[in-house]
């Protein structure tokens, strides 16, 4: 591991500061991971998942609709320890149209009963010369399943593989921070690159 001054460690080193800081190195390195998927959150969401809804094609990259798959992956940032040496940190989304947009899916699906409009059931009346709109045409459509193919969009693991390396600096910066200033810094202070707290 090379230092922000450009020191080098031996391995030895490193396993005395391992021993030196205990628990607080794992707790820097989940500080580091956590601030890297809260960035790699945040970029997924501004790259990926915030294109308008009309426009040119977007593909492999999703149209904002509600603001529902943006709301998932930003809040999804999260880090836990699975053991006293390792620790895991992961973001991503739970929603299940989110899931196929990424994976791709092939097979059946539900929908959902529904009503839609329909143009050529309007319903027009005469008001003196103008000419308006008496009713709206609806159809009413049952539940039922439908055969879809979703080619996937991997919009999740784009962002994972340009984020990697910024990812790995983070962790990085988390346990230099600790080193040199003997506080576990937090995932906002890796981020900004300032002070333990």
Known sequence: MSGAD????????????FL???????????????AS?????????RNELS??????PVFPGLRWQTGHLRRSVAASPDVEAKSDKEAWATFGTSV????KFEQGY????????????????????????KRGKAAQGVAF??????????????????????DSATADRLIDRAQWMLLMRGEVPTAGAVLSGGGAQ
């Open 20 to 34: 030196n800081y205990g628990n607080n190195m794992l707790r820097a390195l989940m500080a580091g991971g956590k």
């Open 51 to 56: 294109f308008p809804k009309s426009g040119p």
């Open 106 to 129: 092939e097979g059946s699906e539900s929908v959902a009963a529904h009503t839609r409009r329909v143009k050529t059931r309007s319903l027009f009346g005469h008001e003196g010369s």
């Open 96 to 99: 299940p149209y989110g899931v």
């Open 141 to 162: 459509v049952r539940a039922h399943q439908r055969y879809v193919t979703v080619e996937a969009r991997r919009y999740l693991g784009r962002t994972l593989e340009a």
């Open 37 to 45: 998927v809260m960035l790699m959150a945040e970029h997924a969401v």
């Open 6 to 17: 450009g020191r080098d460690f031996t391995p030895d080193q490193m396993a005395d500061m």
